[in-house]
């Protein structure tokens, strides 16, 4: 049994990446607080995947107690998507994100050493570039965060490098998102968060469900084809398909690896609505508004590295995620816990 800990395995990509590594024979222990996610979707996981999932209510800061869960499962490996994710928030209470993601992952690691486990898949994101210099992005653009977020990921990729460069941990994937959307095409789990949606999918799906009036597209002026902003979005089952693939990685061939997880196109706002709105056979109305503050106008993923370390490729398309959210979003139109 080759037991990982997978600390918020109750959110988004944590639920997806559950059922991905029981269908590939690992066995998932969750460790979540809960603080933007519900125990609901791990009952989700179980149903689906017809398994047991051992799941506790912890905090990754809490050193002492994840240090226990880890030798009590004598885990192999640790998967780490614990962490606040949401950019303008960031801005609003940067010490609370330097807390959850800095803080937590430091905590996350002494518990590592402590406990013996020495291998470590890390949630970064296509946030840590910047401004593009060139597109698309590869893995050794420059490293230029614009907000409280991207710096709590990037300060945590630098503790890793130390940490390797020290020789205190040799298996290090740093995996770096660009944007998933999608949900499992059973359309029992997917993204369910709390309030008003800060990302384009989860707002579209809400509207096409009948949850909000209209969207608000953010600026329709920008350098782009229509105009409005251009992103790479891949679907959350291939994304967490990578992190499989990155533990089959290490078994294989030992040492820190960075890899872009995207699939290498990028998509409009308009794009993605006109595709979302053929998946669901709903209209999707839009309203123009000013761009938001911080926005960058376009990126996208050179995800060849992925290909040549771990064998990864997107292998979904954009009808496929609109597909999938709308299979998720119709099936549970108030998420899980009022589903
Ligand atoms: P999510 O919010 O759905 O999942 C994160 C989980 O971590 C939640 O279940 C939350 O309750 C839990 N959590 C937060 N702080 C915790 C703490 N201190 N201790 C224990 N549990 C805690 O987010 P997600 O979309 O699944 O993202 C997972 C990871 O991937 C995050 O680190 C995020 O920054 C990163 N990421 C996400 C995206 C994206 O677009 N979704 C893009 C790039 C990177
Ligand atoms: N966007 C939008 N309306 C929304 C949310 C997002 O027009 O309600 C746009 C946003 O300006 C960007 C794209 O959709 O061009 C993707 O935004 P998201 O927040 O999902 O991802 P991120 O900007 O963090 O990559």
Same mark, same amino acid.
């Given at each position: 049994?080759?037991?990982?800990?997978?600390?918020?395995?109750?959110?988004?990509?944590?639920?997806?990446?559950?059922?991905?590594?029981?269908?590939?024979?690992?066995?998932?222990?969750?460790?979540?607080?809960?603080?933007?996610?519900?125990? %609901?979707? =791990?009952?989700? &996981?179980?149903?689906?995947?017809?398994?047991? @999932?051992?799941? /506790?209510? *912890?905090? #990754?800061?809490? $050193?002492?107690?994840?240090?226990?869960?880890?030798?009590?499962?004598?885990?192999?490996?640790?998967?780490?998507? %614990?962490? =606040?994710?949401? &950019?303008?928030?960031?801005?609003?209470?940067? @010490?609370?994100? /330097?807390? *959850?993601? #800095?803080?937590? $992952?430091?905590?996350?690691?002494?518990?590592?050493?402590?406990?013996?486990?020495?291998?470590?898949?890390?949630?970064?994101?296509?946030?840590?570039?910047?401004?593009?210099?060139?597109?698309?992005?590869?893995?050794?653009?420059?490293?230029?965060?614009?907000?409280?977020?991207?710096?709590?990921?990037?300060?945590?990729?630098?503790?890793?490098?130390?940490?390797?460069?020290?020789?205190?941990?040799?298996?290090?994937?740093?995996?770096?998102?660009?944007?998933?959307?999608?949900?499992?095409?059973?359309?029992?789990?997917?993204?369910?968060?709390?309030?008003?949606?800060?990302?384009?999918?989860?707002?579209?799906?809400?509207?096409?469900?009948?949850?909000?009036?209209?969207?608000?597209?953010?600026?329709?002026?920008?350098?782009?084809?229509?105009?409005?902003?251009?992103?790479?979005?891949?679907?959350?089952?291939?994304?967490?398909?990578?992190?499989?693939?990155?533990?089959?990685?290490?078994?294989?061939?030992?040492?820190?690896?960075?890899?872009?997880?995207?699939?290498?196109?990028?998509?409009?706002?308009?794009?993605?609505?006109?595709?979302?709105?053929?998946?669901?056979?709903?209209?999707?109305?839009?309203?123009?508004?000013?761009?938001?503050?911080?926005?960058?106008?376009?990126?996208?993923?050179?995800?060849?590295?992925?290909?040549?370390?771990?064998?990864?490729?997107?292998?979904?398309?954009?009808?496929?995620?609109?597909?999938?959210?709308?299979?998720?979003?119709?099936?549970?139109?108030?998420?899980?816990?009022?589903?």
């Amino acid at each position: 049994m080759k037991q990982v800990l997978v600390t918020g395995g109750a959110g988004y990509i944590g639920t997806h990446t559950c059922v991905e590594l029981l269908a590939r024979g690992y066995t998932p222990v969750v460790v979540d607080n809960f603080v933007n996610s519900s125990p %609901a979707a =791990l009952d989700r &996981v179980r149903r689906l995947t017809n398994h047991e @999932l051992r799941s /506790y209510e *912890a905090d #990754v800061r809490d $050193t002492a107690r994840i240090t226990e869960i880890l030798k009590k499962h004598d885990c192999e490996a640790v998967i780490h998507f %614990a962490g =606040l994710k949401a &950019v303008g928030d960031s801005v609003a209470r940067p @010490l609370d994100y /330097y807390s *959850a993601n #800095v803080i937590g $992952t430091h905590s996350l690691l002494s518990a590592m050493m402590e406990a013996g486990t020495g291998r470590f898949v890390f949630s970064s994101s296509a946030t840590v570039y910047g401004e593009p210099e060139f597109l698309p992005y590869t893995e050794s653009h420059r490293l230029s965060p614009t907000n409280p977020y991207g710096q709590t990921k990037l300060s945590v990729e630098l503790m890793l490098k130390d940490l390797v460069e020290s020789g205190g941990m040799t298996d290090v994937a740093i995996l770096r998102y660009f944007n998933p959307i999608g949900a499992h095409a059973s359309g029992e789990i997917g993204e369910d968060p709390h309030g008003v949606p800060n990302n384009l999918m989860p707002f579209v799906a809400q509207v096409a469900v009948g949850r909000r009036p209209a969207l608000n597209v953010f600026g329709n002026d920008y350098d782009t084809p229509d105009g409005t902003g251009v992103r790479d979005y891949l679907h959350v089952v291939d994304l967490a398909r990578a992190h499989v693939l990155a533990l089959e990685r290490f078994e294989r061939e030992p040492g820190a690896i960075t890899v872009n997880l995207g699939t290498g196109h990028g998509t409009s706002v308009l794009e993605l609505v006109s595709a979302f709105e053929a998946a669901s056979g709903r209209k999707v109305p839009i309203n123009f508004g000013p761009r938001r503050c911080g926005d960058i106008a376009a990126f996208w993923a050179d995800p060849s590295q992925a290909e040549a370390l771990l064998g990864w490729r997107a292998e979904y398309g954009l009808a496929d995620m609109c597909r999938d959210q709308w299979a998720w979003q119709s099936q549970n139109p108030n998420g899980f816990e009022l589903a």
